[in-house]
């Protein structure tokens, strides 16, 4: 089983070689990385070289981590059997690609999503409530699942609708993955195989209120244009607002 993994970046070249690092040192060895470069002012090319193992798609400006993504998508899809998409800024752990395709032999799922660590205090940030077999939309409203996951997907569900959308500044990857749960269910699982940083010009750490609100918007635009009923997202959105006092 070959893993392909998309790596976005964006004038990071010190963090994107930590990163790149942790997958080079992984204990298995079949994979594919795909950088693609958004435009850096420094070129990763130009302290980072292709082989075998490494693609570098130079993109000539700045074009957005979901556009630069959807590059690396349409890249790997033909190429390798699963594709784990990780930001700049973080780490793979070492056994990572030998623990999911454990998972994948066993339980011969499509989709899996891990737990993932805080890299400098080594807290595990996932909050996951339920394991094994899951809908989706549990997890975008973080109703049992809370905080990142490191996700696994199989290629051969990659069609055109499964891809990153630039529409939405906020909840594009619920975009993807929502997309993605039309096609199979995650499997969820316990083990930690990444490790996330969160750094001060993160988007994550760019939230104000309205942005906040807009998220339930967001959120009722995706299920009616997936089918789901109105009132599953009202149900769903006063299930959050209960639970989320007990989830921060």
Known sequence: MKIGIILATYNRDKLLLNTI???????????LICVVDDGSKIPVKSFLKENEKLKI??????????????????????????????DDDDEFK???????VKDYKQFKKDWFVYKVEDKN??????????YGEWDYLWYMWRIKFFKDGQHFFNTKLIDENIKFTNEFKNGQEWYFWIHLNTK?????????????????????NNKNEKEYKQKFYFKKYVMKKLGYSLIKWQILKGIYEITKFFTK
Do not use: H
């Open 94 to 100: 070492e056994n990572a690609f030998e623990e999911f």
């Open 184 to 204: 199979t269910k995650m499997f969820v699982s316990d083990k930690v195989l990444a490790k996330k940083e969160y750094l001060s010009s993160g988007l994550s």
């Open 21 to 31: 690092r942790s997958i080079e040192n992984q204990t298995y060895k079949n994979y």
């Open 121 to 130: 205090t080594k807290k595990v940030l996932s909050r996951f409530k339920a």
């Open 57 to 86: 798609i130079t993109l000539p400006q700045n074009r957005g981590n979901n556009f630069a993504r959807n590059e690396a998508l349409n890249y790997l899809k033909n190429k390798v059997d699963f594709i784990t998409i990780i």
